[in-house]
């Protein structure tokens, strides 16, 4: 575990990955799932889960944690702590597609192939193309 305090002391991030999750990242770092939940937590404060997948298809814990905001120098924070542990970069990380995490990607991870989930692409298409056809978008 890796946390970051503010000049007063508190808590301000702080990125989980035990040894057993490094282990299994190892294994498989081939793809990387990176996703965050935003003003969920009692404390309205973004979790990052960052998951792997193994060989039967299983997706497995690598590391999570908890940033003040989804600004650039969060994201970099938790990236920079959590591969910094793991050692290595990842073949390919798939992301929701925000811009910010785009942008500090291709900062921290240069040689990691970086997507978009096919879920958030879906759900983007039909955002802002649903309005083009008199059929509705499924």
Known sequence: MKISCDENDRLKNFIFSSQNMKHLYKK????I???STY?????????????????NSKIFIVG????????AKDVDWI??????????????????????MA????????NTTHLVCGWHVSQN???HLSGLSKFPLV
């Open 103 to 110: 942008k500090v990607l291709k900062n921290v991870l240069p």
């Open 33 to 35: 799932l990176m996703d």
């Open 28 to 31: 498989f770092n081939d793809i």
């Open 64 to 71: 999570f944690g908890v940033v003040r905001s989804e600004e």
């Open 39 to 55: 003003r969920t937590n009692k404390y309205k404060l973004p979790l990052y889960i960052i998951a792997g997948i193994n060989e």
């Open 79 to 100: 990236l920079r702590e959590l591969f910094s542990f793991l050692e290595d970069s990842p073949e390919l990380i798939c992301t929701d597609g925000c811009p910010t």
């Open 125 to 127: 298409i039909k955002k």
